[in-house]
């Protein structure tokens, strides 16, 4: 599946070490735009949306029922909600639950879900618009279009 991810900065890899996030955020064509609009609604046309394909399945992506992701948000709230919405055989193994609890960085409990198959994690989008989003938590391979020029391409990506 084909998700977006819309930013003035030009890059051209997910370099999680410059994130103060779990991980890289993607959504629906919409959410891509309504952001850049957030950030400099003047300058759209030479901004950037980002296309990546994701395979988010049961098993390597965690579902969560409501948009934790607040701007800021430290690692201890969120550890606590995302716990809930672990695997429950994860939860009764005590070595990932000792790892768990060690976790000192959101880039710490980024590297222990990848250790244990998790890709991605899913939420309900209440930010951008209505829609899922996926936050990455692994590396993928991202293609750049300046808004401009993806308004031509469009059909292609849809």
């Not at 759209?44 to 994701?54: A, K, L, M, P, R």
């Not at 710490?108 to 998790?118: C, Q, S």
Request: charged letters at 30%; glycine letters at 4%; aromatic letters at 14%.
């Amino acid at each position: 599946m084909i998700q977006f991810h819309g930013s003035n900065i030009d890059f051209d890899r997910i370099d999680f070490t410059k994130s103060t996030d779990i991980g890289f955020h993607v959504g629906t064509l919409q959410h891509a735009i309504d952001k850049i609009f957030d950030v400099d609604r003047s300058r759209f046309y030479n901004q950037f949306i980002y296309t990546v394909e994701i395979n988010p399945t049961e098993y390597n992506c965690i579902h969560l029922e409501k948009d934790i992701f607040e701007e800021g948000m430290g690692l201890y709230p969120f550890k606590s909600i995302i716990k809930e919405y672990l695997d429950k055989d994860l939860l009764n193994d005590f070595d990932f639950i000792d790892k768990f609890n060690e976790c000192e960085s959101l880039s710490d409990l980024r590297e222990l879900l990848i250790d244990v198959d998790y890709q991605y994690i899913s939420y309900n989008n209440q930010f951008e618009g209505p829609g899922m989003s996926y936050c990455i938590l692994t590396d993928h391979k991202l293609n750049k279009w300046r808004c401009k020029e993806l308004l031509s391409h469009i059909h292609e990506l849809l």
